[in-house]
């Protein structure tokens, strides 16, 4: 083949493509961009606040050694219910014994010599007394006397120390025998041993003033279960004690149970502090009223608190609302070239839908375009949003695709998209 044939089929290839492709386009044109459009339905909207959580019972305690040893006995188990005052574990109680036995014996010493302290005091008082009829009857010196009264006074005082030996010996006794019951550890509350930390061998360890002690086990009452969560600083402000509480359990599918805002912290807790990541978020206490047999403390959850709910409203798709500025807009329904300064002055961004209007062209054929309307909006739910003013039942408007809203201009011509060739969005449960 010639290059000249070539030339010329190559020629007749462009202009073949060429024409398609601009065929297309013109299409495009005549068809309109493909557009998800929903009408303006009455509806009842409920608004939530959504957060993770954790499952956690109402009442749990940590029991933990007072003192410090190896558990010779263990007397409950994981999963085990107990009665309050009932018998758990023993620590090893030799060395408190001995501790209990010496004390005693220091206490039976210093009895001693408090008694022998008093005799002295009486044996002085008496020789006191004989001294002081002598010097009566001129037979002895003032000096003899004073040394009797001085006699006097140490045994007195030897008396004092002797009592505060006594009871210094009698609390340290004290002591050592509470050191002792110590070492016998009883169920303070009745309720369910939801975590046992030590095994019978082990030696439990004591806590320090800036270190805590080894928790040895938990007791909880997992018939009184509550939801632990952390609420965004945002969110919060919504929120008030006694509100419902809807709480989805991770390991509990299909299955959502009810509660109800106990309490909301004061103070918030901030992670991430001085960074980029920082997050400042309020503890929240929910109490679940509906009990289940299967929650177990640390479960994860995902928790809804109802803060608003309105009947018969006017709502739309919330996907549907989009922001446009009014330098924008003017531009878009405008020929003439825009003002710098009324650009700046517009520039304040408006919140609105797209409407689809309908119109016949002169060949009949019902045309579609879209026009941006401004609205005001009021609460949201999970799909839909409120309209307060703006639109009325039963408008058309713009739902979508995201990237067709993204940069939908006033007055462009738009279609309904086609069910059967619109890409199927993944399913949440799979």
Same mark, same amino acid.
């Given at each position: 083949?010639?290059?000249?044939?070539?030339?010329?089929?190559?020629?007749?290839?462009?202009?073949?493509?060429?024409?398609?492709?601009?065929?297309?386009?013109?299409?495009?044109?005549?068809?309109?961009?493909?557009?998800?459009?929903?009408?303006?339905?009455?509806?009842?909207?409920?608004?939530?606040?959504?957060?993770?959580?954790?499952?956690?019972?109402?009442?749990?305690?940590? *029991? $933990? &050694?007072?003192?410090? !040893?190896? @558990?010779?006995? %263990?007397?409950? #188990? /994981? +999963?085990?219910?107990v009665e309050k005052g009932q018998f758990l574990l023993r620590i090893d109680p030799a060395i408190y014994q001995s501790s209990v036995n010496r004390a005693k014996a220091m206490l039976r010493s210093a009895a001693a010599s408090e008694e022998l302290a008093e005799a002295n005091l009486r044996q002085a008082e008496l020789s006191h007394s004989r001294k002081q009829n002598l010097f009566d009857q001129d037979l002895a010196s003032q000096e003899e006397l004073d040394i009797a009264q001085t006699e006097v006074e140490v045994n007195k005082a030897r008396v004092k120390s002797a009592r505060e030996q006594v009871e210094e010996t009698k609390a340290t006794l004290e002591e050592a025998?509470?050191?002792?019951?110590?070492?016998? *550890? $009883? &169920?303070?509350?009745? !309720?369910? @041993?939801?975590? %046992?930390?030590? #095994? /019978? +061998?082990?030696?439990?360890?004591?806590?320090?003033?800036?270190?805590?002690?080894?928790?040895?086990?938990?007791?909880?009452?997992?018939?009184?279960?509550?939801?632990?969560?952390?609420?965004?600083?945002?969110?919060?402000?919504?929120?008030?004690?006694?509100?419902?509480?809807?709480?989805?359990?991770?390991?509990?599918?299909?299955?959502?149970?009810?509660?109800?805002?106990?309490?909301?912290?004061?103070?918030?807790?901030?992670?991430?502090?001085?960074?980029?990541?920082?997050?400042?978020?309020?503890?929240?206490?929910?109490?679940?009223?509906?009990?289940?047999?299967?929650?177990?403390?640390?479960?994860?959850?995902?928790?809804?608190?109802?803060?608003?709910?309105?009947?018969?409203?006017?709502?739309?798709?919330?996907?549907?609302?989009?922001?446009?500025?009014?330098?924008?807009?003017?531009?878009?329904?405008?020929?003439?070239?825009?003002?710098?300064?009324?650009?700046?002055?517009?520039?304040?961004?408006?919140?609105?839908?797209?409407?689809?209007?309908?119109?016949?062209?002169?060949?009949?054929?019902?045309?579609?375009?879209?026009?941006?309307?401004?609205?005001?909006?009021?609460?949201?739910?999970?799909?839909?949003?409120?309209?307060?003013?703006?639109?009325?039942?039963?408008?058309?408007?713009?739902?979508?695709?995201?990237?067709?809203?993204?940069?939908?201009?006033?007055?462009?011509?738009?279609?309904?998209?086609?069910?059967?060739?619109?890409?199927?969005?993944?399913?949440?449960?799979?």
């Open positions: 083949m010639s290059n000249k044939k070539k030339w010329i089929i190559g020629i007749v290839v462009v202009f073949v493509v060429a024409g398609i492709i601009i065929g297309q386009i013109t299409m495009k044109k005549d068809k309109g961009l493909a557009v998800e459009i929903a009408p303006v339905k009455i509806e009842k909207i409920v608004e939530k606040v959504t957060a993770p959580a954790r499952i956690q019972p109402v009442t749990i305690v940590n *029991i $933990s &050694a007072d003192v410090m !040893g190896q @558990v010779t006995e %263990l007397a409950a #188990e /994981e +999963g085990d219910w025998r509470s050191n002792l019951k110590k070492t016998t *550890i $009883s &169920a303070p509350m009745a !309720g369910t @041993v939801s975590q %046992l930390n030590i #095994e /019978e +061998g082990e030696t439990a360890i004591t806590g320090t003033m800036n270190n805590p002690g080894t928790v040895l086990l938990s007791i909880a009452d997992l018939t009184q279960m509550e939801a632990v969560a952390e609420v965004d600083e945002t969110d919060v402000v919504q929120l008030e004690s006694g509100q419902n509480v809807e709480v989805e359990v991770d390991a509990l599918p299909d299955t959502i149970l009810t509660g109800e805002v106990r309490e909301i912290a004061n103070t918030a807790t901030i992670r991430g502090r001085g960074t980029d990541q920082e997050i400042t978020n309020f503890m929240v206490k929910i109490d679940i009223v509906s009990h289940h047999a299967k929650l177990r403390p640390g479960m994860s959850s995902t928790i809804s608190i109802i803060t608003h709910v309105k009947e018969d409203v006017a709502a739309i798709p919330i996907q549907a609302v989009v922001m446009r500025r009014l330098s924008e807009l003017e531009k878009e329904n405008s020929d003439k070239p825009s003002d710098p300064e009324s650009e700046i002055k517009n520039d304040d961004a408006v919140e609105g839908v797209f409407i689809v209007k309908e119109e016949s062209d002169r060949a009949g054929k019902i045309k579609k375009t879209a026009h941006f309307t401004q609205i005001i909006t009021g609460i949201s739910s999970e799909t839909s949003i409120e309209v307060v003013s703006g639109l009325s039942e039963g408008t058309k408007v713009i739902t979508g695709p995201y990237r067709i809203l993204l940069n939908l201009q006033d007055g462009s011509s738009v279609k309904k998209e086609d069910e059967k060739n619109k890409p199927k969005r993944p399913d949440k449960k799979s």
